[in-house]
């Protein structure tokens, strides 16, 4: 295991900015983040804001955003975007091809066709303008520094996002899956298990 962990430290990772993902070290044991991939929605020197990506809840949209309900992507769950302001609800949604964040309303983009809703709008007037969209309870926070101390420590690999990434279905090992498509040595970290007994 000393060579992957070796490879893995010389890994040239991505800046981090909006539409970039951070994902999770295998090292990482926090329960608000093991095995988590979070999607960054603004980064500038005072802190860095994003949302688990892979973490459903059992509550649907439905049940606490009626009219949002039927436009989300399946599985139609709140997704539980990080420990900060549970009770605040983001939708991140990925645009049809030929739609611009800047020219429709009721979104701000983030990066591509990936864009922050608001949620406040018509949900009817946006749907047909988008490949899906999905509702995150609360968000993942960092204050000035922290999170470049995380990344220095190795507890984040940062690496370019895929719009369909936060339109994952619940089914599918999105860690595993981006971890994967990065190659080698990155690539080698996504078949490693949780309980360290069956490595």
Excluded at 66 to 80: D, L, M
Excluded at 114 to 131: C, I, M, T
Excluded at 155 to 176: E, N
Aim: include cysteine.
């Amino acid at each position: 295991m000393g060579c992957v962990a070796s490879g893995v430290g010389e890994h040239q990772q991505a800046e981090v900015e909006a539409g970039t993902l951070l994902v999770a070290s295998p090292t990482l044991t926090d329960p608000n983040f093991a095995r988590s991939v979070v999607f960054v929605i603004d980064h500038r020197p005072t802190g860095t804001l994003g949302v688990v990506l892979n973490r459903p809840s059992e509550v649907s949209v439905a049940d606490v955003l009626p009219t949002w309900g039927p436009h989300t992507s399946t599985p139609h769950a709140v997704f539980v975007g990080g420990p900060v302001e549970q009770r605040t609800a983001l939708c991140l949604a990925a645009l049809r091809a030929g739609e611009d964040p800047a020219h429709t309303g009721g979104v701000v983009g983030v990066r591509g066709p990936v864009a922050l809703v608001d949620l406040d709008g018509d949900p009817d007037d946006l749907a047909p303008r988008v490949r899906g969209l999905r509702v995150f309870a609360g968000y993942s926070g960092w204050d000035r520094g922290q999170l470049d101390g995380e990344i220095r420590r190795g507890d984040w690999f940062v690496v370019p996002a895929l719009p369909d990434d936060v339109l994952a279905p619940a089914g599918y090992d999105l860690w595993g899956g981006v971890l994967r498509r990065q190659g080698v040595p990155l690539a080698l970290l996504a078949t490693h298990v949780t309980e360290p007994r069956r490595n």
